[in-house]
């Protein structure tokens, strides 16, 4: 069965950077696009950055441009999103999603940003 399993969250002071990784089984992975989404306490669930099976092309929201960056490595059933300058309103539960074409999730990864 498909399976999503995010690791690699944490605290990390403003200004700072993490990479969280999704290890991905149960389909074939270089198929499809993947997504890392994030829902922060009190709000809806938000798309951060997706990128395509070969990873040609990638799509980030307004508000982590230039400051994240999404990769994948197919040999590794593995996306990565590597996360740079972090603000406070970063801190959020962090998922990885593929659609095959229904949804699938992992069970998140909690990124905090705090001093």
């Known amino acids: 069965q498909v399976q999503l399993v995010e690791s690699g969250g944490g605290l990390v002071q403003p200004g700072g950077s993490l990479r969280i990784s999704c290890a991905a089984s149960?389909?074939?992975?270089?198929?499809?696009?993947m997504r890392w989404y994030r829902q922060a306490p009190g709000k809806e669930r938000e798309l951060v950055a997706s990128i395509t099976s070969a990873g040609r092309y990638t799509v980030y929201a307004d508000s982590v441009k230039g400051r994240f960056t999404i990769s994948r490595d197919n040999a590794k059933n593995t996306v990565y999103l590597q996360m740079n300058s972090l603000k406070p309103e970063d801190t959020a539960v962090y998922y990885c999603?593929?659609?095959?074409?229904?949804?699938?999730w992992g069970q998140g990864t909690q990124v905090t940003v705090s001093s």
């Open positions: 999603n593929s659609r095959i074409p229904d949804d699938y």
């Open positions: 149960g389909f074939t992975f270089s198929d499809y696009t």
